[in-house]
């Protein structure tokens, strides 16, 4: 089984400023994917990055990039110019890859509360 | 295109009730997945749903059913409420197929408040 590992239960910056959000994961697994998602207080829970196991190169999504070290099982999630909607819980979760059918859904963590401050 | 949706948005049962919760996916999506979120934690995965069969299950006991319906949408029904199914209920749908990679991506609906007397 996985396991998704966020040991930052709340974070705080001020407007404008780079923040990065730590997630740690266990796997036995070669072949799967990391997402971070955004639960803002409107509960909906938001893609904000995906990453593939298997590409070297680490994702990006305009203000959101993603440092991902497959040997040390890392995978964190970096805000720059962050703005005052980037407030939410941020879940970091894992995907096993099933080549051939079948799911076990994505494993969460238990979140980062961060706090954009004006 | 439309998303994620559910209905409904809050729900009050009391212990020992059923409850039928449901989740329609976004255009073109045929999977249907539901997560069980307690307050203060990340969410948990109860089961999912690929053209209208079961395609994996969490940790959640059989009183935890759910369907998925010939247009893909899906309802999660839960027997016997107990306190602690007290819980937002989140449907996230995809698109996803066997015999290749069932790795797309899933986006997630508004979800169920679900509280239990």
């Known amino acids: 089984a996985q396991t998704v590992t966020q040991s930052q239960p709340e974070m705080s910056v001020q407007e404008a400023e780079t923040v990065t959000l730590s997630c740690t994961y266990d796997t036995s697994e070669n072949n799967y994917y990391l997402f971070w998602y955004k639960q803002p207080p409107s509960r909906q829970m938001i893609l904000v990055i995906r990453q593939e196991a298997y590409k070297q190169q680490n994702a990006t999504e305009n203000r959101f990039s993603v440092n991902f070290q497959k040997a040390a099982k890392s995978f964190s999630l970096k805000i720059s110019d962050s703005q005052l909607g980037d407030t939410a819980m941020y879940f970091c979760a894992f995907m096993k890859h099933f080549a051939g059918g079948g799911a076990d859904g994505l494993t969460f963590g238990k979140g980062t509360h961060l706090i954009i401050q004006p | 295109e439309t998303g994620v949706t559910q209905s409904p948005t809050h729900l009050i049962k009391t212990r020992g009730q059923q409850v039928t919760l449901r989740c329609s996916s976004q255009?073109?999506?045929?999977?249907v997945s539901w997560y069980q979120q307690a307050l203060g934690q990340g969410p948990q995965f109860i089961f999912q749903y690929y053209r209208e069969e079961e395609n994996g299950r969490g940790n959640f006991p059989p009183r935890f059913s759910g369907l998925q319906f010939p247009n893909y949408s899906s309802e999660l029904n839960v027997n016997a409420l107990e306190l602690d199914d007290s819980a937002l209920y989140l449907c996230?749908?995809?698109?996803?197929?066997?015999?290749?990679?069932?790795?797309?991506?899933?986006?997630f609906g508004p979800g169920t408040r679900l509280t239990v007397l």
């Open positions: 996230a749908s995809s698109l996803g197929s066997t015999g290749r990679e069932s790795t797309d991506t899933q986006y």
């Open positions: 255009s073109g999506h045929n999977t």
